[in-house]
C-alpha cells in the first residue's frame, strides 16, 4: 500500500516483486540497483506510466541491475527528448522488460547503454523523434536482445547503433 511506484521500489529489497494497480502513475521510476519485479495485476492495456519529468528517462535502471530486476504489464506513455526517454538501461544492467507497450515518446524511446537487456513481448508504436532503439557500449561481452517485439508507425531510425553495438533481434 504504496502512494507511488517509486516508494515502493525504495521500499523494497532484493527478490521482491511490487504488484502495481491498474491506473495512470505520472512519475519516473528508477530502479536504484534493486533486483526487484515490478508487474502490474491487470496488465499494459489498462496499467500506464507516465513521466512526471520528461528530462529523465520514464522507467531508469542504472546500477548493475541483474536479469532479476523485471517490469511487466506496463504501458510507458510519453517521454522527452532524451536518448532513453521510455526505458533506460545503464551501468552494466541486464533487465528484463516485457509484455508492455511503449508509445507517444518524443525522443529514442528505448536505450540501452553498456546493459544487456531484453526486451520481449512489447509493442513499440506511434513514437517521434530520432529513431526507437538507441544502443551504445564500450564492451563486446553482452548484447541487448529484441525478442518477440511489434515494433510499428515510428519516426526517425529504427535502429542507431553506436560504436559497432550488436543487438540481437529475433522474431520482430
Known amino acids: 500500500p504504496f502512494a507511488t511506484i517509486q516508494t515502493a521500489i525504495d521500499s523494497s529489497i532484493d527478490g521482491d516483486t511490487v504488484l502495481v494497480a491498474e491506473g495512470t502513475y505520472i512519475e519516473n521510476i528508477n530502479y536504484n540497483g534493486k533486483n526487484i519485479v515490478i508487474k502490474s495485476v491487470s496488465g499494459a492495456s489498462t496499467t500506464t506510466i507516465s513521466p512526471s519529468n520528461n528530462s529523465v528517462p520514464t522507467v531508469w535502471f542504472t546500477d548493475n541491475e541483474t536479469s532479476s530486476a523485471k517490469l511487466s504489464g506496463f504501458t510507458i506513455s510519453g517521454g522527452g527528448n532524451v536518448r532513453g526517454c521510455g526505458i533506460k538501461s545503464q551501468g552494466g544492467s541486464k533487465p528484463i522488460i516485457e509484455n508492455c507497450i511503449i508509445t507517444n515518446s518524443k525522443g529514442y ?27 551504445d557500449n564500450y564492451t563486446t561481452t553482452s548484447y541487448p536482445e529484441i525478442i518477440n517485439c511489434t515494433v510499428a508507425n515510428n519516426t526517425g531510425y529504427g535502429i542507431q547503433n553506436a560504436k559497432s553495438y550488436k543487438p540481437i533481434a529475433k522474431n520482430s
Open 109 to 135: 524511446p528505448v536505450r540501452f547503454y553498456n546493459s544487456a537487456s531484453i526486451i520481449k513481448n512489447t509493442l513499440i508504436y506511434n513514437n517521434t523523434g530520432d529513431g526507437v532503439f538507441y544502443f
